[in-house]
C-alpha cells in the first residue's frame, strides 16, 4: 500500500541554520503531497503542498518540491528560527474523490536552539 | 467557534469506563477523521465518515465506537480500554472534491491517558 518514510529525527541545529528534512513515498498513481507541523500541545497545521510533478510548494520561508523521478518531497528552509521548533509530517493524499484521507510519515522533530 | 474543536483536551480514565471523545467542525467540510498519534510512530488512521457515513475503518477494536450524527459533528466512544491505548487522538475534516488536493485541518486533539 502506499506510504510517507521520513528521516529520522530529532534534527537538531542553531538558528540562521540551513534545513532539510528528507521526506520519500511510495504510491500508486499520482498524490498530493503535503508538509504539515505540529508546535507543543496543537494539533497538525498545513504548511506547504503540491499536487503535480515538478509542482513547489511554499510557506513561511518553507518549500518542498514533488520529485516524482525520485518520489520524493522534501522540506527545506534556508534560515531556521528558534520558532520553528515543532514537528514536521510528510504525507500524501488519496486519489481526488475518494475518502480524502492522508497517510502520514512518522513525523521529525525539529528543535532550534538560539 | 472557527475550525475544528476537541473536547476533552485531556482525559484520564481506568480500564473499565466508558467515555466519549467530541469533534466539531465550523466549516461547513463533508468529511472527518479520526487519527491516532502514539510517539514515535506515524498517524495512524482510524476511521473516515464521508457525508455522515462511515466509508472506512481500519482495522480498529472494537472497544472503539464511532458516531457520526451529522456532517458537523464526529464521536469517538470508548470502553474496556487498554493501557496501549494511551495516545492523542486527532479530529480532522475535509471538503472531498472529484480534482485538487484534499486539505484536511485538524484540532487541537485529545489526549488519552488509561490506567
Known amino acids: 500500500g502506499d506510504s510517507v518514510t521520513q528521516m529520522e529525527g530529532p534534527v537538531t541545529l542553531s538558528e540562521e541554520a540551513f534545513l532539510t528534512i528528507n521526506c520519500t513515498y511510495t504510491a500508486t498513481g499520482y498524490p498530493s503531497l503535503f508538509w504539515y507541523v505540529q508546535y507543543p500541545g496543537e494539533g497538525l497545521q498545513l504548511l506547504l503542498k503540491a499536487t503535480k510533478a515538478d509542482d513547489k510548494g511554499s510557506n513561511k520561508g518553507f518549500e518542498a518540491t514533488y520529485r516524482k523521478e525520485t518520489t520524493s518531497f522534501h522540506l527545506e528552509k534556508g534560515s531556521v528560527q528558534v520558532s520553528d521548533s515543532a514537528v514536521y509530517f510528510c504525507a500524501l493524499s488519496d486519489r481526488p474523490g475518494n475518502t480524502g484521507k492522508l497517510i502520514f510519515g512518522q513525523g521529525t522533530t525539529l528543535q532550534v536552539k538560539p | 467557534e472557527t475550525g475544528v474543536t476537541q473536547t476533552p483536551r485531556h482525559l484520564v480514565m481506568g480500564m473499565t469506563n466508558k467515555k466519549s471523545l467530541k469533534c466539531e467542525q465550523h466549516?461547513?467540510?463533508?468529511?472527518m477523521y479520526w487519527y491516532k498519534q502514539s510517539a514515535k510512530k506515524p498517524l495512524e488512521l482510524m476511521f473516515v465518515?464521508?457525508?455522515?457515513?462511515?466509508?472506512e475503518n481500519n482495522s480498529v477494536p472494537s472497544r472503539f465506537s464511532p458516531e457520526c450524527p451529522n456532517s458537523s459533528h464526529l464521536f469517538l466512544h470508548l470502553h474496556t480500554l487498554q493501557p496501549e491505548d494511551s495516545a492523542l487522538y486527532l479530529c480532522?475534516?475535509?471538503?472531498?472534491?472529484?480534482?485538487?488536493?484534499?486539505?484536511?485541518?485538524f484540532g487541537a486533539g485529545s489526549r488519552l491517558t488509561v490506567l
Open positions: 480532522a475534516s475535509s471538503q472531498v472534491r472529484n480534482s485538487g488536493a484534499n486539505v484536511l485541518t
Open positions: 466549516l461547513g467540510h463533508n468529511a
Open positions: 465518515y464521508s457525508l455522515e457515513e462511515r466509508v
